[in-house]
């Protein structure tokens, strides 16, 4: 079973910068899809960016150029720089880890960005 434990939300200010990281409790971190999604009240989960264990990493047209998308194999650790944030970035922000068919979730960590 693999678990997926986000950190670095909170509250900013817009403009501001945020750090998100997301450990994940697996022996082959280096295979998997690892992504982030997030969620605002009352709306759908939106997929943010995803980075493929091919190098690869796709960003959502909403965040493009604003937030990056890294990841440290060594450390089983994917990280998801914001800046610039803006206000409609405010939202519950999943890790997600993708093997095969099957998909993981964090618990979520919450960011707010005020006006």
């Known amino acids: 079973q693999v678990q997926l434990v986000e950190s670095g939300g909170g509250l900013v200010q817009a403009g501001e910068s945020l750090r998100l990281s997301c450990a994940a409790s697996v022996l082959t971190f280096r295979y998997y899809t690892m992504g982030w999604c997030r969620q605002a009240p009352g709306k759908g989960r939106e997929w943010v960016a995803t980075s493929f264990n091919s190098g690869i990493t796709n960003y959502a047209d909403s965040v493009k150029g604003r937030f990056t998308l890294s990841r440290d194999n060594a450390k089983n650790t994917v990280y998801l720089q914001m800046n610039n944030l803006k206000p409609e970035d405010t939202a519950v922000y999943y890790c997600?880890?993708?093997?095969?068919?099957?998909?993981?979730w964090g618990q979520g960590t919450q960011v707010t960005v005020s006006s």
């Open positions: 997600r880890a993708v093997q095969g068919i099957t998909a993981y």
